[in-house]
């Protein structure tokens, strides 16, 4: 079983950067994928940027030119390298684990909370 864990969250002011790890504990040859979402009050949460086995990433539309996700090839550490940001990027942040045998929405971590001021 895959249980994962955030950190670095934190309150910066606008155009800093922040990066944020998640440490992946369990049987990670199932991993196939390891990405980052965000949430706000209210609304669903939306990718910000996915990294898969093989290297490739992919970014939605929140994560793409600022930011950088990056891990290891066990899948066992992710960091999402967040820059310039903006207090539109408030959030919690939540890493995810999507495996070839678990929930199709993914394995989840806690989330950590990114504050960002103007």
């Known amino acids: 079983q895959v249980q994962l864990v955030e950190s670095g969250g934190d309150s910066v002011q606008s155009g800093g950067s922040l990066r944020l790890s998640c440490t992946v504990s369990?049987?990670?040859?199932?991993?196939?994928?390891m990405g980052w979402y965000r949430q706000t009050p209210g609304n669903e949460r939306e990718l910000v940027a996915l990294?898969?086995?093989?290297?490739?990433?992919d970014f939605g539309l929140s994560g793409k030119g600022r930011f950088t996700v990056s891990g290891d090839d066990s899948m066992t550490r992710s960091y999402l390298q967040m820059d310039k940001l903006e207090p539109e990027d408030t959030a919690v942040y939540f890493c995810?684990?999507?495996?070839?045998?678990?929930?199709?929405?993914?394995?989840w971590g806690q989330g950590t909370q990114v504050s960002v001021s103007s």
């Open positions: 995810n684990a999507k495996t070839y045998n678990g929930p199709k929405d993914g394995i």
């Open positions: 369990g049987t990670t040859l199932t991993i196939t994928a």
């Open positions: 990294r898969y086995r093989n290297g490739l990433t």
